[in-house]
């Protein structure tokens, strides 16, 4: 699910991604997930960088 942030007359659209690490043989972390979001489009990707 997109995200965006409008702030200052500008918009900023992000798309989140979830890498989930883990497997039944770790004693830990049992699960792990990282989310991170990434630049919807060109106009986003220049703002963020």
């Known amino acids: 699910m997109p995200v965006t942030y409008r702030f200052g007359g ?3 659209r992000l798309f989140p991604a ?3 690490f883990g497997t039944p043989m ?3 972390p049992d699960e792990m997930a990282i989310e991170s979001c990434c630049p919807a489009d060109a106009e986003s ?3 963020s960088a």
């Open 45 to 47: 990707a220049a703002r």
């Open 18 to 20: 979830v890498t989930t």
């Open 10 to 12: 500008r918009e900023l």
């Open 26 to 28: 770790d004693i830990t």
